[in-house]
């Protein structure tokens, strides 16, 4: 399973990137809005030129017509833009018109199984299911991943799911063991998945015991 950021924050994906660990950023207008007043398009380029792999950017159109002109000039802002396209009858309709034209689409706020089907019919290349939103309903988030990943597998589609709406790293391995091909995750959560209190303080016992011996 793949590790993208779920973030516009630029120092983030950077660190990210110097682990060895992220390959990939998806974004969406609440994100981008988190970093203030900023130019959309340069840091959408500035977030391509750090990270190799797909950078996902969200339509802010409602309409099919809308959603595919904004779709166009974004594709055009880097090789690996990935456009996010809401699954909406309006947007089932954009995704199929430009995974025609071979711009990669992200459907986005993904929450049933039907949803996906129709997206992958579409020719969607990534499916987001958003896992905490469903769970915040009461409803099993992760059921929803492992149908869809089910279901993909069974027709041997390429369309990969991207296991969103993260909120801890339970999710990361709920998301992994139902065999989601990506987890775009927050920025902490990447953090708390390498955090251990054994591991502190284990290398703190390393490092005392070393200098008891040493510092002699």
Known sequence: MRIFLDTANIEHI??????????????NPTIISREGKV??????????????GPVSTEVLSQDAKGMIAEAREMAKWAKN????IPASLEGL?????????NIKVNLTLCFTLNQAVLGTA?????????????????EDGMEVVAGIVEYLDYYEMSTQVIAASIRHPQHCLMAARAGAHIAT???EVLLDMMRHPL?????????DDWNKVMAK
């Open 93 to 101: 309709e954009a995704t199929s018109v430009l995974a025609g034209e």
């Open 39 to 52: 130019d959309y398009q340069g840091l959408v380029k500035e977030i391509c030129s750090i990270v190799s």
């Open 14 to 27: 950077r660190h990210g990137v110097r682990m060895g660990v992220v390959t990939g950023v998806t974004t």
């Open 185 to 187: 995750i927050p920025y």
């Open 122 to 138: 579409a020719e969607a290349a990534f499916i987001s299911p958003f896992v905490g939103r469903l769970d915040d309903i009461g």
């Open 199 to 207: 591991t502190d303080s284990g290398i703190q016992r390393f490092q």
């Open 81 to 84: 833009v990935v456009i996010k």
